[in-house]
C-alpha cells in the first residue's frame, strides 16, 4: 500500500541508535534523480531497485554509497518479482513482451538471473517464479503451457528437480506449495526437493483463497449463469485432510472473492466498511464498525488484530479522527490504542510504526495549523512476554514524510503529496 510512484527521489543513510534520545551520526547520501513515472523499491540489504512505469528497464542502487550500480533492459517485459539470493539478482516477468510490446500468448512468461553488482545476465529460464521460495533453490513454473515446473540453483541456473504436480500456486506452507488438480485432488510439493505428497481431496473447481496451520479457506466456482463473477460463500477445510468443517455464506460480486483472515479459530471479514468476526461455524460472533484490519498477530497465548478505527465525519479538537488499535480477537476489546502511530511492518517481536507529519484529514489530529505534527517519527511496540503495548520512540526523521516501507534493515520513506521519496535509514535488525 505505500508503494506508490514517486516523481522524485534523493536518498540519505543515517545510524540510528536505540534510546529515546539517540545521538546517531549522521551521513546524507544523496542518490540520483527520477524522472516521473520511476520510483525506488527496496530488494536487500543496502539495495535498492530503480524501476519506471514507462517502460521495463531496471536499475539497482547501492544505498551506501549512493551510487547507481547499473541500469539496463533486461528483455522480459513487466517485472513482476525481484529478490537477491547469494549476489544474484532474480527477475521474472508474467507475460514476455517482443520488441514491439506486444504480449504474446500465455505460457511465455520469463525469468532470468543477473549479477548484482555488474548487471551481466547469468541465466535465463522459461517460466515465472512463485511467490515463495526456500534457501537457494527458486521454483519455476508455466503459467499456460504443460511443461512442468522445476527448482533451479539461484546462482547458477542448474535445474535441481522437476515437478509435473506443481501447476498453481495457491497456499504454502512454509516449505511446500500446495497445487489443485481440476479434479480437486490437492498435493503438496516440497521445494527444495521437488516430492509431491497428496493431502486430499477439495471439491471440484473450489479454489485456496487462505490458509494455516489448522484450517484452510476455498471458494467455490460462480453460479451459473451468474453474469459477473459472484463468489457464493467460502468453505472451511481442516487443513491436514481437507475435511469440512464449516460453510460460510458471505457472498462477494465484485472480481476478488471475500476478503477473509483466518485469526486463530475464527474467521475475520478485514472490514470495508465494518470488519466481521465469525466462528467456524459461520455465525457472527461481534462486528467493529468503520473498523479495518491491517494484520493478526500472536502474543503470548493471546491472538490481537492490528487495525485502523475509523471517525470519518467527527472532528474534535484533540482527538485522532482515525486511530491505531490492537483489538483482541476473541472479544473485540479494544487492548491498546496508539492514536496516529500507523503500521509500518509486524516482525517475530516488534510491531514497526511510524507518526507521520501528513496534514491530511486521515491522519490529522485535529488542531490548529501551527501545531501540525512538524517531522516523522519512527518508533516500534514490543510484542515480547511482559512488555507495554505502548510506542517507543526512535530519533525524529528530520523532515516531514507520508509513508514508509521497512525491509532487510532499512527505512524508506516519502511524502505523498508531493510524490517524492527522500530518505533511506539504515536501522539494522538486531535492536537490543
Not at 479457506?217 to 472451511?236: D, E, R, T, W
Not at 481442516?238 to 476478488?256: E, G, K, P, V
Not at 468476526?277 to 491491517?294: I, N, T
Request: with cysteine; hydrophobic share 40%; proline share 5%.
Amino acid at each position: 500500500m505505500w508503494r506508490w510512484v514517486r516523481i522524485t527521489l534523493l536518498l540519505a543513510t543515517l545510524a540510528v541508535g536505540l534510546s529515546t534520545n539517540p545521538s546517531p551520526s549522521a551521513t546524507r547520501v544523496v542518490l540520483p534523480a527520477l524522472a516521473e513515472g520511476e520510483f525506488y523499491s527496496l530488494i536487500g540489504d543496502g539495495y535498492a531497485s530503480r524501476r519506471s512505469v514507462h517502460d521495463e528497464a531496471i536499475g539497482v542502487l547501492d544505498l551506501h554509497s549512493g551510487r547507481e550500480l547499473w541500469r539496463r533492459d533486461p528483455g522480459i517485459g513487466a517485472l513482476q518479482s525481484l529478490r537477491i539470493v547469494d549476489g544474484v539478482l532474480i527477475v521474472s516477468a508474467m507475460g514476455y513482451e517482443d520488441a514491439t510490446h506486444k504480449i504474446l500468448r500465455s505460457g511465455t512468461d520469463q525469468t532470468i538471473a543477473l549479477n548484482l553488482r555488474s548487471g551481466r545476465e547469468l541465466w535465463r529460464h522459461k517460466g515465472a517464479l512463485l511467490s515463495n521460495m526456500v534457501g537457494a533453490i527458486l521454483p519455476i513454473w508455466c503459467n499456460g503451457c504443460s511443461d512442468d515446473a522445476v527448482g533451479v540453483d539461484a546462482r547458477t541456473g542448474r535445474e535441481i528437480w522437476r515437478s509435473p504436480w506443481l501447476k498453481t500456486s495457491n497456499y504454502f506452507d512454509g516449505r511446500s506449495q500446495w497445487s489443485i488438480a481440476r479434479d480437486g485432488t490437492v498435493r503438496a510439493v516440497d521445494l527444495t526437493t521437488g516430492s509431491a505428497r497428496l493431502v486430499g481431496t477439495l471439491p471440484k473447481d473450489y479454489w485456496i483463497i487462505g490458509g494455516s496451520t489448522r484450517y484452510i479457506l476455498a471458494v467455490p466456482p460462480s453460479l451459473p449463469g451468474s453474469g459477473s463473477v459472484v463468489y457464493p460463500g467460502v468453505g472451511v477445510f481442516d487443513s491436514h485432510d481437507l475435511r469440512q468443517i464449516a460453510y460460510l455464506n458471505i457472498t462477494n460480486s465484485a472480481r476478488f472473492p471475500p476478503d477473509l483472515w483466518l485469526c486463530g479459530d475464527l474467521i475475520c471479514q478485514r472490514g470495508l466498511p465494518d470488519m466481521k468476526v465469525y466462528d467456524l461455524h459461520g455465525e457472527l460472533r461481534y462486528a467493529k464498525a468503520q473498523f479495518l484490519l491491517s494484520t493478526v498477530i500472536d502474543r503470548d497465548d493471546q491472538q490481537l488484530i492490528i487495525g485502523v478505527q475509523s471517525r470519518s465525519g467527527v472532528v474534535t479538537p484533540g482527538v485522532p479522527m482515525d486511530t491505531s488499535q490492537l483489538v483482541e480477537t476473541a472479544t473485540g476489546h479494544v487492548v491498546a490504542d496508539i492514536g496516529v502511530w500507523r503500521l509500518v511492518r509486524v516482525d517475530a517481536d516488534r510491531i514497526w510504526v511510524a507518526l507521520f507529519a501528513s496534514r491530511g484529514p486521515d491522519t490529522l489530529i485535529a488542531a490548529p495549523w501551527g501545531s501540525a505534527q512538524a517531522e516523522t517519527i519512527f518508533g516500534y511496540i514490543d510484542l515480547r512476554p511482559g512488555a507495554p503495548l505502548a510506542v517507543t520512540t526512535l530519533k525524529p526523521l528530520g523532515r516531514a514524510y507520508e509513508d514508509c516501507d521497512f525491509d532487510y534493515g532499512w527505512l524508506l520513506c516519502g511524502n505523498a503529496v508531493t510524490g517524492i521519496r527522500e530518505v533511506a535509514i539504515h536501522v539494522g535488525v538486531n535492536f537490543a
